[in-house]
């Protein structure tokens, strides 16, 4: 299983000193929930230094694509293919039509979040030769091993992070912060808050971007528990650092790193008791009712 | 120009045959299974081939949702359902899944529309499914209508474009706030509305929101403004929301937007605030045009809830009536007296309003007062009635 992490400019050169197999970059202005996303000029500088240090490359090109964008996402693809890089990660369908047109389709990483929940759809996407699929957030352990038997594609998982579970096009602390006066939206435009849901009392960070509005679960998911078993079925683990400190990450890369060489990370339940493990182990139900 | 489909919401049979009544040109359900609406009381096979029948001998048509995103266990017996369905003539599903499109493009004939749950918002991804076998594509909610528009005149595409009812607030089938907060999960029917609930917004510790709780919901959809420029655009079907809607809602809901299509249709001059007047007597829950009026701004938030008001109109549903006598058969929905003046609403002609002259319950007793829901009452009337004609409190 190959290790890939989320990187900005000032986190890559010490990521590309360690045992990792790729970085991931996001493309500006079509990447979002990203620690950075680049303009052509920069990409291209960032993704050269990182395939001179015998790293791949995945960019990222998550966002939902309205009609307006589709001129410019052409030309940011079109600028793209004369890059140093291996993948590009993306959500929206648009990115496939445009891409197979520029022969860029064997690059492609389908990531829509919520809509590779069964293996059936990961086949629909084998004839079109595209890379790989990611599989979706809310998948547990059992469900992603299901998988493994008819994938016709390499697959990947974000392994580790904060797990993005709401995304509105709506700016809705604008929107309220007009229809109140309690606070000025704009001096919280970018950064992360938090919501607090009243009955539960239970804390989600909140971000309000250009994309839109953004809610994560409460805490971050760690797979270090689950890593041997998701090694069997996936190609690629990613790790998004969105959120975390610079001095973190780099821990918590060295911890997968030495978990991928089979051996194991000291103390990491304790180390890590700020974290769950998201879905894997938490499965949804249908209904009202089966949730226990 | 073209007269787009009218397409309605249907829980059950009953509320199936009011849609119709009222003017829908088709109608969308769900069966027991692999349907999004969990908790709306859903379709038996049985059930849907009625439906179908009763459909087809009216010209109209049946849409079946299949709209789950499924995990490795959920599409057991997938397969048989697909092929019965297909057996009884439905006349497409209506999906969201790559995993169920690909069935149903593989084992059936059957048309297939990608839900408003796979949030399409742009062209190139409409063409990608008019190349995986789609027949139509149910868009967004997020599109404004020069979006629409021009993803129109881009593709060959038979577009459906949502006009009234609840919304996401998220883009739709992206959402997993539901799973995060209650373990139910929002894609595959269980979805708790978790966006509708009470939170505060704290930064670093200062909370944020002083006057009201930070709310996330948005107000309800009503395009009524925007439906002539739809029109216009040529989508090919409007759709309404609410599977779990009442009669009543149906029934108005569907009528309102029948009467506003024809009369644009026909070229007339619409008076829309007439038809926001016809629209209000069923809704309890605050409007905007959401996206179709642009950038949704504050006021198409649902800040003020306490403003919801359940909708109390609905007197009572006529299941029989004899022109000789004037004696109606019908079926009681919410309280009223024999001094009440009701509204009588009709699929056609303009309403009437009247004092019932006289009332007897099932024993054939004189009663003043209609009390129990679901009672059925006898009552004489001076206004000519027809089955599934709706009366309202008119006071």
């Known amino acids: 299983?190959?290790?890939?992490?989320?990187?900005?400019?000032?986190?890559?050169?010490?990521?590309?000193?360690?045992?990792?197999?790729?970085?991931?970059?996001?493309?500006?202005?079509?990447?979002?929930?990203?620690?950075?996303?680049?303009?052509?000029?920069?990409?291209?500088?960032?993704?050269?230094?990182?395939?001179?240090?015998?790293?791949?490359?995945?960019?990222?090109?998550?966002?939902?694509?309205?009609?307006?964008?589709?001129?410019?996402?052409?030309?940011?693809?079109?600028?793209?293919?004369?890059?140093?890089?291996?993948?590009?990660?993306?959500?929206?369908?648009?990115?496939?039509?445009?891409?197979?047109?520029?022969?860029?389709?064997?690059?492609?990483?389908?990531?829509?979040?919520?809509?590779?929940?069964?293996?059936?759809?990961?086949?629909?996407?084998?004839?079109?030769?595209?890379?790989?699929?990611?599989?979706?957030?809310?998948?547990?352990l059992d469900a992603i091993e299901a998988f493994a038997e008819t994938s016709a594609l390499p697959l990947a998982f974000v392994g580790h992070g904060y797990v993005n579970v709401f995304h509105s096009y709506r700016r809705l602390l604008k929107t309220?912060?007009?229809?109140?006066?309690?606070?000025?939206?704009?001096?919280?435009?970018?950064?992360?808050?938090?919501?607090?849901?009243?009955e539960r009392e239970?804390?989600?960070?909140?971000?309000?971007?250009?994309?839109?509005?953004?809610?994560?679960?409460?805490?971050?998911?760690?797979?270090?528990?689950?890593?041997?078993?998701?090694?069997?079925?996936?190609?690629?683990?990613?790790?998004?650092?969105?959120?975390?400190?610079?001095?973190?990450?780099?821990?918590?890369?060295?911890?997968?790193?030495?978990?991928?060489?089979?051996?194991?990370?000291?103390?990491?339940?304790?180390r890590y008791s700020d974290h769950d493990e998201g879905f894997l182990r938490l499965p949804t139900h249908e209904r009202k009712g089966d949730a226990g | 120009m073209k007269r787009p489909e009218l397409l309605a919401p249907a829980g059950n049979l009953e509320k199936l045959k009011m849609a119709f009544a009222y003017g829908a040109d088709?109608?969308?359900?769900?069966?027991?299974?692999?349907?999004?609406?969990?908790r709306a009381s859903n379709f038996t096979l049985e059930d849907i081939e009625q439906a179908v029948s009763y459909a087809h001998e009216r010209g109209r048509r049946i849409y079946v949702t299949v709209n789950v995103l499924p995990h490795p266990e959920d599409?057991?017996?997938f397969e048989?359902?697909?092929?019965?369905?297909?057996?009884?003539?439905?006349?497409?599903?209506?999906?969201?899944?790559?995993?169920?499109?690909?069935?149903?493009?593989?084992?059936?004939?059957?048309?297939?529309?990608?839900?408003?749950?796979?949030?399409?918002?742009?062209?190139?991804?409409?063409?990608?499914?008019?190349?995986?076998?789609?027949?139509?594509?149910?868009?967004?909610?997020?599109?404004?209508?020069?979006?629409?528009?021009?993803?129109?005149?881009?593709?060959?595409?038979s577009l459906e474009i949502f006009i009234h009812g609840g919304m996401c607030v998220a883009f739709s089938g992206r959402c997993t706030l539901s799973n995060t907060m209650t373990g139910r999960d929002a894609n595959r029917g269980g979805c708790a509305h978790s966006c509708r609930w009470e939170y505060d917004l704290y930064s670093d510790?200062?909370?944020?929101?002083?006057?009201?709780?930070?709310?996330?919901?948005?107000?309800?959809?009503?395009?009524?403004?925007?439906?002539?420029?739809?029109?216009?655009?040529?989508?090919?079907?409007?759709?309404?929301?609410?599977?779990?809607?009442?009669?009543?809602?149906?029934?108005?809901?569907?009528?309102?937007?029948?009467?506003?299509?024809?009369?644009?249709?026909?070229?007339?001059t619409v008076d829309i605030e007439a038809y926001r007047s016809m629209l209000s007597k069923?809704?309890?829950?605050?409007?905007?045009?959401?996206f179709l009026g642009g950038d949704p701004l504050g006021k198409q938030q649902l800040y003020n809830i306490d403003r919801q008001r359940p909708t109390q109109d609905f007197a009572a549903l006529v299941l029989e009536y004899d022109e000789d006598s004037g004696l109606a058969l019908i079926e009681q929905r919410n309280h009223f007296t024999a001094g009440d003046i009701l509204e009588r609403f009709s699929p056609e002609g303009e309403p009437a309003t009247f004092k019932p002259l006289a009332m007897w319950d099932e024993e054939g007793r004189s009663v003043q007062t209609a009390r129990h829901p679901q009672q059925r009452i006898t009552l004489k009337s001076p206004v000519a009635l027809k089955p599934y004609d709706i009366l309202r409190k008119a006071g």
């Open chain 2, 282 to 290: 069923a809704m309890n829950r605050e409007v905007g045009p959401g």
């Open chain 2, 80 to 157: 048989a359902y697909i092929e019965q369905l297909e057996a009884l003539g439905v006349d497409a599903l209506i999906c969201a899944s790559f995993a169920v499109a690909q069935k149903i493009r593989h084992l059936t004939a059957l048309p297939f529309h990608i839900s408003t749950q796979q949030s399409l918002t742009n062209s190139e991804a409409v063409r990608f499914w008019e190349a995986h076998g789609a027949k139509r594509v149910i868009l967004a909610r997020e599109l404004d209508l020069e979006s629409i528009r021009r993803i129109k005149a881009k593709t060959r595409m």
């Open chain 2, 75 to 77: 599409l057991k017996h």
């Open chain 1, 176 to 198: 309220f912060a007009e229809h109140t006066g309690d606070f000025d939206a704009d001096c919280y435009e970018g950064v992360r808050l938090s919501l607090l849901e009243r």
């Open chain 2, 26 to 38: 088709a109608a969308y359900i769900g069966g027991k299974s692999f349907s999004l609406r969990a």
């Open chain 2, 205 to 268: 510790g200062v909370r944020l929101n002083r006057s009201q709780p930070f709310l996330m919901g948005s107000k309800d959809l009503a395009a009524l403004p925007h439906l002539p420029t739809l029109i216009e655009a040529g989508v090919d079907s409007v759709k309404i929301e609410g599977r779990m809607k009442s009669l009543h809602y149906i029934a108005t809901i569907v009528n309102t937007y029948r009467r506003l299509i024809d009369d644009v249709c026909r070229g007339e």
């Open chain 1, 1 to 140: 299983m190959q290790l890939y992490v989320m990187s900005d400019d000032s986190l890559l050169e010490e990521l590309l000193d360690k045992e990792i197999d790729g970085i991931i970059l996001g493309v500006a202005p079509f990447a979002h929930r990203v620690r950075g996303a680049f303009s052509p000029d920069v990409l291209a500088g960032l993704s050269a230094r990182a395939k001179r240090a015998g790293k791949k490359v995945f960019f990222m090109m998550n966002a939902v694509m309205f009609e307006d964008d589709l001129p410019h996402l052409e030309e940011r693809l079109d600028a793209v293919r004369s890059m140093l890089f291996d993948g590009i990660i993306f959500a929206d369908l648009a990115v496939l039509n445009i891409a197979r047109r520029l022969g860029l389709e064997n690059y492609l990483i389908y990531h829509p979040e919520t809509y590779t929940t069964h293996p059936g759809d990961v086949s629909f996407f084998a004839p079109a030769d595209i890379h790989a699929v990611v599989l979706s957030r809310e998948l547990t």
């Open chain 1, 202 to 270: 239970t804390e989600y960070p909140f971000v309000q971007d250009a994309h839109g509005t953004h809610v994560y679960r409460t805490l971050p998911r760690a797979s270090f528990n689950a890593f041997d078993r998701l090694g069997e079925v996936l190609d690629y683990f990613f790790i998004d650092t969105l959120f975390y400190e610079r001095k973190r990450v780099l821990d918590i890369v060295d911890d997968y790193i030495t978990l991928n060489k089979g051996e194991t990370p000291d103390a990491l339940h304790e």
